[in-house]
């Protein structure tokens, strides 16, 4: 982590001026991120909110089904999604009553078919 002073960045930007664009592209990027991040929260039930993170992380297996490249926690994935560790836990016990996952503690989850679009 570094501090730049504006004279120091307001020179390299006159030496190099596609830095400055670099630079836009990157906080356009987060400010995107961030924007996303807040409608989830705003628009999304946490139901929505875990598959799209399960979704998102996934990697398609050589038997057809998806899974979760590590082990991840109930509490790390309430901290991604803005919820309870508890909330979590229900929601996977749910889904693997339902049939769509697969997982038990200290194991990377799994499942074979699309998780349903509401819970």
């Given at each position: 982590c570094a501090v730049v002073s504006r004279t120091t960045l307001e020179a390299h930007?006159?030496?190099?001026?596609?830095f400055a664009f670099e630079l836009l592209a990157k906080v356009i990027r987060r400010a995107r991120a961030a924007t996303l991040t807040a409608r989830q929260l705003a628009l999304n039930d946490v139901y929505g909110r875990l598959k799209a993170l399960l979704e998102q992380g996934a990697v398609r297996g050589a038997d057809g089904g998806w899974s979760l490249p590590a082990v991840v926690t109930?509490?790390?994935?309430?901290?991604?999604?803005?919820?309870?560790?508890?909330?979590?836990?229900r929601l996977l016990r749910d889904?693997?009553?339902?049939?769509?996952?697969?997982?038990s503690p200290g194991q990377v989850m799994h499942w074979f078919r699309?998780?349903?679009p509401r819970w």
């Open positions: 930007i006159a030496v190099r001026p596609e109930h509490r790390e994935l309430a901290q991604r999604i803005g919820c309870t560790r508890e909330m979590v836990g889904l693997e009553r339902g049939g769509h996952v697969q997982a699309p998780l349903p």
